[in-house]
């Protein structure tokens, strides 16, 4: 039996010594937490192997409690545009790769920044002056808006006699012919559906890219919150063949257009992945988009748009249907996962959740309530006699170029000062867990560890940050990213803590967050992560060494 002891470094989450001190020493066997501190170190003459951990930190490795791996790893397929810083660098980028691929019919690139143009409307002509003679999509940094040329806009049979879909807008000109922007998965879905499909290969080495790169940020668990049952084969040839550095747990997307055949669909997906018994693949949510998002006015609000009165969003959902949908995928054991942007679609997923118990009765449901972003005040209560999470993506909370661009011209000052309420709902005595939405933000915990704390990106400067009141300390935002993440996980007795009996998920830290000043957090570094006791990320770091030595 295999047996690694980590020493000389401090342990987080367990037992201090009476004077304060940490653990130096934690004991793994065959992938399992056995020992920490000095019954770890009484462990060194069995060890079949020692880590020595240089003075750093040690501590239960991050999840994420929503993101979408895939289409992370899809990105690096097409050509690189997240970088572009205007309108002209997304053009040259797509020329540049369509000359370097002759022979790809169709250009498919994501992400592209939303507030390089005005009002975040993109025109076909200027992706038309790049390619002209394939179609392109771009995908917007938030994936619900998506840039076309006219290749693309005439292969999807879209002009001005094509009325707006359900569910989705198609920008217009003056002359009601379509721009090249569409907003939504009913507008978006005009186009997607006649993109040729990625292979099965591209898709499984997308999600073994994905997966690494998450391995190298500490992270061990990925709730992956959008998924379409086309794509589950990836996963389950992903998991088993041994390409994935980190588990993930599926959501299948319910659609309103058509949710009730979508029941024994999943319920079989779900089973056929139980039968797989891989301990890195789960299926066991079902997400649903309430609304949009604020930047094109799609989100749900309770009262209108500030620079457009007639506007208060987009609600994917019939309140009744929404209901009869959360009962039935909650009947058959889902965990539901809720995407919520505006205060009016949180208040909808709060009364869906309510729906719930009145007809399913009580158990453990444990819903998710993700984003966040304007939270009626009156609503805060709600969530913890609903046993919701809230899940945030903290890198969102500070006031960046998209906040002050285009966000806040939405809400207006009053609701503005609403957004991301993380500190009222832990006040609330709320279960919080920490995601990304990568590839919508950056997928790496620690700046948005830094960010929660400071409410301020990575041009922190000092002072009280953005809407101070709702600013965390360390200790709050290391748990919402670790055992927070268990707890939505219902895997708090697995993983999530350093505690005899749990999986080894561990990631070390160059240094103990709670001990760094606060202009310094953005800067802690991820050395080594494991993932029960497997090593998924070294650091390639010349000034940090992680003695490795196989004990006699």
Not at 334 to 351: E, K, N, S, Y
Not at 392 to 398: D, G, Q, S, T, V
Not at 458 to 475: C, K, M, Q, S
Request: aromatic share 8%.
């Amino acid at each position: 039996m295999a047996l690694t002891i980590f020493r000389s470094g401090t342990v987080a989450d367990a037992l201090r010594a009476p004077d304060g001190a940490l653990p130096t020493a934690l004991a793994v066997r065959d992938g399992v937490i056995t020992a920490v501190g000095d019954a770890a170190l009484a462990l060194l003459g069995e060890a079949t192997e020692i880590v020595d951990l240089a003075g750093c930190h040690l501590s239960p490795s991050f999840a994420d409690g929503h993101a979408h791996p895939l289409f992370g790893g899809l990105e690096d397929l097409g050509p690189q545009i997240r970088p572009c810083g205007s309108v002209e660098e997304v053009a040259a980028s797509v020329r540049g790769w369509a000359d370097a691929n002759p022979d790809s019919g169709w250009i498919v690139g994501a992400s592209y920044n939303a507030t390089l143009a005005p009002d975040g409307i993109f025109d076909a002509e200027w992706l038309d002056s790049a390619v002209a003679d394939r179609p392109v999509l771009l995908r917007s940094w938030d994936y619900h808006t998506i840039w076309v040329n006219s290749a693309a806009l005439r292969a999807a049979g879209i002009d001005r006699n094509t009325p707006d879909p359900a569910l989705g807008r198609i920008v217009r000109r003056p002359d009601g012919s379509p721009l090249g922007t569409l907003m939504e998965a009913g507008a978006i879905d005009l186009v997607a559906r006649v993109v040729p499909e990625f292979t099965l290969e591209q898709r499984v080495a997308a999600l073994q890219a994905a997966t690494a790169k998450f391995a190298a940020a500490g992270v061990t668990w990925i709730q992956d919150a959008w998924v379409e049952l086309k794509d589950v084969p990836a996963y389950e040839a992903a998991a088993v063949s041994g390409r994935l550095d980190a588990r993930i747990n599926l959501a299948f997307k319910a659609d309103p257009r058509g949710w009730n055949i979508q029941t024994e669909a999943f319920a079989g997906a779900r089973g056929r992945i139980e039968k797989l018994a891989s301990p890195m693949l789960t299926a066991n949510t079902v997400k649903f988009f309430i609304d949009g998002i604020i930047e094109s006015r799609t989100a749900c609000m309770l009262d209108p748009y500030a620079d457009a009165p007639a506007e208060t969003g987009l609600p994917n959902w019939q309140r009744d249907q929404l209901h009869d949908a959360m009962a039935a995928f909650d009947a058959l054991g889902f965990q539901l996962h809720l995407h919520a942007i505006g205060d009016a679609a949180v208040r909808t997923a709060l009364d869906g959740l309510e729906d719930v118990q009145r007809r399913n009765g009580q158990r453990d449901r444990r819903p998710v309530i993700a984003h966040l972003q304007v939270v009626d005040p009156t609503d805060v209560g709600r969530f913890a006699d609903l046993g919701a999470v809230a899940n945030f993506e903290p890198l969102w909370a500070c006031e960046d170029e998209v906040m002050r661009l285009l966000t806040i011209p939405r809400l207006g000052a009053h609701r503005a000062g609403l957004q991301y309420p993380i500190a009222s709902l832990a006040r609330a005595g709320v279960h919080l867990s920490f995601g990304s939405d990568w590839p919508v933000t950056g997928h790496q915990p620690v700046p948005g560890l830094a960010t929660a704390v400071t409410r301020q990106g990575t041009d922190y400067l000092a002072g009280a940050g953005w809407i101070p009141n709702e600013r965390i300390d360390v200790d709050t935002a290391m748990d919402a990213y670790t055992s927070g993440v268990a707890y939505q996980a219902f895997a708090e007795r697995q993983w999530g803590a350093l505690r005899p009996g749990m999986s080894a998920d561990l990631v070390l830290l160059s240094e103990d967050p709670r001990h760094v000043p606060e202009d310094g957090l953005a800067d802690v570094e991820v050395l080594g992560t494991w993932l029960a006791g497997r090593p998924t990320f070294t650091t390639n770091n010349p000034n940090v060494r992680l003695e490795r030595t196989s004990a006699p």
